[in-house]
């Protein structure tokens, strides 16, 4: 019998970025090119900013996208922390408290606008689809 760590140890990944920038840390990034058949997945942390940043512009994909953004206290979770802009469609939301977010296929959506940060903000989003493709 095989032992597990030799038959699945593929699918637990952990070669994580931690090179920083300006905006913060893009930290892993998983679709078919890291793991053949995998779906897209992002992750990243934005560091305190005062200064607006425009993270990606205004796009829609061919299939459906989970974006999500987390505030780091862990004394009260909903905060954020900061302010982000984030459009669907023609409307514009600001974001102040953590949130999840189902954008369906072909919804236009962004600018993604870090307007402010006070602590780090942690966002993934995710694809069914096995590559993010603008």
């Known amino acids: ?5 030799e038959e699945y140890a593929r699918y637990l990944l952990g070669n994580f970025n931690t090179n920083r920038d300006d905006k913060g840390i893009h930290m892993f990034r ?16 934005f560091w305190p900013t005062s200064t607006p ?18 505030g780091a206290d862990a ?6 922390g900061g302010e982000i802009e984030f459009w669907m469609g023609e409307e514009r939301f600001i974001l102040t408290q953590s949130k999840i977010i189902f954008v369906p296929k072909n919804v236009k959506h962004c600018p993604l606008i870090i307007r402010k940060a ?15 493709v603008l």
């Open 1 to 5: 019998m095989k032992m597990a760590q």
């Open 53 to 70: 940043i425009e993270i990606i512009g205004s796009h829609s994909h061919d299939f459906e996208e989970v974006i999500a953004f987390f």
């Open 30 to 45: 998983l679709d078919e090119n890291v793991l053949k058949g995998a779906p897209y997945l992002d992750c990243a942390w």
């Open 75 to 80: 004394q009260n979770p909903l905060d954020l």
């Open 118 to 132: 006070d602590r780090p903000i942690f966002h993934f989003s995710f694809g069914v689809s096995t590559k993010y």
